[in-house]
């Protein structure tokens, strides 16, 4: 499973190496028409990467912003890159254009399977001190409910809501179901629900099925009005 560590150490390696390539290639001839130019598209590379990173932190909406803003930019660059070299016939830098695009959709690809799982990752190491502040500021639930609140929502005006609720475990009851990542019904949740997601000892990530969210009276999940 990719997690936040694992993003920030291959995002920290290509810029290092995108680094180490661009003062590299600065000693080369400039009469040397056709190599792998790979400082500039490896530029290219890392901003595509840490904008994704950057969305996925602040942004519940990558895949959206993925399909109609990110790719295609990075999609025509690439083109814009391949064509100049067609032109100017130098095969190897369009080689080197071709590859960066390939690595650009694999890596993409690859955070955008464990989108949420990165998301949440990011989020808590960033902010865990203060969503737990608040959490625990607020009323222990009477009903032998879990306590929790709203740590993600989504949705189009009122159509397709996705809520995932931050739950406080002293028990860590919710151990199990987060290690078996299957949905079910669980002792302090009021309905069943898809995942159940560790974020540390006693704090986990719980996601609703779409248009439901936790209980109102009578300790059923609410559907949305």
Not at 113 to 121: C, G, H, L, P, V
Not at 140 to 147: D, M, Q, T, V
Not at 165 to 171: I, M, N, R, S
Request: positive net charge; charged residues 20%; proline residues 5%.
């Amino acid at each position: 499973m990719i997690t936040a560590e694992i993003i920030l150490v291959v995002v920290i390696g290509l810029i290092v190496v995108s680094v180490l390539v661009a003062l590299r290639a600065r000693h080369q001839p400039l009469t040397s028409k056709d190599q792998f130019t790979y400082g500039p598209r490896l530029f290219v590379g890392v901003g595509a990467s840490v904008v994704l990173l950057s969305l996925i932190v602040y942004s519940p909406y990558l895949d959206l912003l993925y399909i109609f803003l990110i790719a295609p930019i990075i999609c025509l660059i690439c083109l814009v890159l391949l064509v100049v070299s067609a032109v100017r016939k130098r095969p190897r830098q369009c080689l080197s254009t071709l590859l960066t695009l390939i690595v650009f959709l694999a890596v993409s690809a690859a955070i955008l399977k464990n989108e949420d799982t990165i998301r949440a990752s990011f989020r808590w190491l960033a902010w865990s001190r203060q969503f737990k502040a608040k959490l625990l500021g607020e009323p222990a639930p009477g009903n032998g409910e879990l306590r929790h609140m709203e740590w993600e929502a989504t949705g189009f005006a009122g159509v397709a809501n996705v809520n995932i609720y931050l739950v406080f475990d002293p028990t860590d009851s919710l151990a199990v179901a987060a290690k078996s990542h299957s949905p079910g019904k669980f002792s302090g949740i009021p309905c069943e629900v898809p995942r159940v997601s560790r974020l540390e000892s006693r704090w986990y990530a719980v996601l609703f099925y779409t248009d439901e969210r936790w209980g109102k009276p009578k300790s059923d999940c609410g559907i949305y009005d």
